[in-house]
């Protein structure tokens, strides 16, 4: 039987020390980026991190696909719920290769995940900046900008208003990268939802559905309380 690369590498992670942000007690692997902190400073995450890249060019040929395998299971644990060892995931696909905008969707979704959609916003943006234009990445773009109103209410009118601009643009190049995704239609239509337009959610709905989708049963019970269906 052949060796599992992915099982390898694994293996190095659980045997690497991790110290914790102390202010939080928050483990350093579930901070975006590691925190930004210098692990070669740190004798036994540099050997880690040194064996990390080394058995990920020997398993998958160059540390770009290394990566791209690390986010992959990353993004299983996250859509697992396991929101901590998405984030560990994450921030190895993110060692191996620190120019993929990828990681920066999964922290960005965790970041979500945990109600933080402006700390989100942020790592969404750096993702675009790298060049991402997955359908479904841009649509969770146009939904954490528009979440980014919800989270702080008191954000001034201009900078509401610059967010919600942005979602909009999200989900447009969403729809025109791939137009036929019920994904999409999902999400833009809870965004409409949180915005309070809810003529426009319901018509969201119909597109997803019409994609062979159907929504969130909890999602469409919230949004008829606040309108029912005008097409019933």
């Known amino acids: 039987m052949k060796s599992n690369p992915l099982r390898s590498l694994c293996l190095i992670g659980l045997l690497v020390f991790v110290?914790?942000?102390?202010?939080?007690r928050i483990p350093i692997d579930q901070v975006p980026m590691y925190g930004a902190m210098d692990r070669s400073k740190v004798p036994v995450l540099k050997k880690g991190d040194q064996d990390l890249i080394a058995n990920g060019i020997k398993g998958f040929g160059t540390r770009e696909k290394a990566a791209d395998a690390w986010f992959s299971v990353g993004w299983k644990y996250y859509q697992k719920d396991d929101l901590q060892n998405a984030m560990r995931r994450f921030n190895q696909a993110w060692l191996l290769n620190p120019n993929d905008p990828k990681p920066f969707w999964g922290f960005a979704m965790v970041k979500h995940d945990l109600g933080k959609a402006i700390e989100a916003e942020k790592l969404m943006a750096k993702a675009f900046d790298l060049g991402f234009r997955g359908a479904d990445f841009l649509a969770d773009y146009g939904r954490i900008s528009t979440l980014t109103t919800i989270e702080d209410p008191?954000?001034?009118?201009?900078t509401k208003a610059a967010y919600l601009k942005k979602s909009d643009e999200m989900y447009a190049l969403s729809e025109k990268t791939e137009a036929k995704n019920a994904y999409l239609y999902g999400s833009w239509a809870t965004a409409m939802f949180w915005r309070g337009d809810y003529l426009a959610a319901w018509e969201k709905v119909r597109k997803q559905r019409e994609l062979g989708d159907q929504p969130n049963p909890k999602f469409l019970s919230m949004l008829a309380a606040k309108s029912p269906d005008p097409k019933n």
């Open 19 to 24: 110290p914790t942000v102390q202010a939080e």
């Open 154 to 158: 008191k954000l001034p009118s201009d």
